[in-house]
């Protein structure tokens, strides 16, 4: 089972369906707007970050991008409410870098 990281965004009730329908049950979310945000941790079983591009500090999607790099994680980029998460996901999953 693969967990994800959903960084971004207020409402992603709709994105945690998605990721769920795809087999990942351990999801986190950080809203993406305080610093703070920028300073904690990548959950350690995180398989993929789900970055909402509209919804997410610049300096905190910088710092969690290059953390997940270093990290070997993947990071799929959403705009708006998520509806191109599943053809990411579906393509991470061909690639069988997301475990579904």
């Not at 790099?69 to 579906?90: C, H, K």
């Amino acid at each position: 089972m693969t967990a994800a990281l959903i960084v971004g965004g207020d409402y992603v009730t709709a994105i945690k369906q998605t990721l769920h329908s795809f087999g990942i049950d351990q999801i986190t979310h950080w809203g993406g707007r305080k610093p703070g945000d920028a300073r904690q941790a990548i959950p350690r079983d995180t398989g993929v970050v789900v970055m909402m591009t509209d919804w997410v500090n610049h300096s905190v999607a910088g710092k969690v991008k290059r953390t997940a790099e270093r990290q070997g994680v993947r990071v799929v980029y959403v705009r708006g409410n998520g509806g191109n998460l599943s053809a990411a996901l579906a393509r991470l999953a061909e690639d069988k870098r997301l475990v579904a």
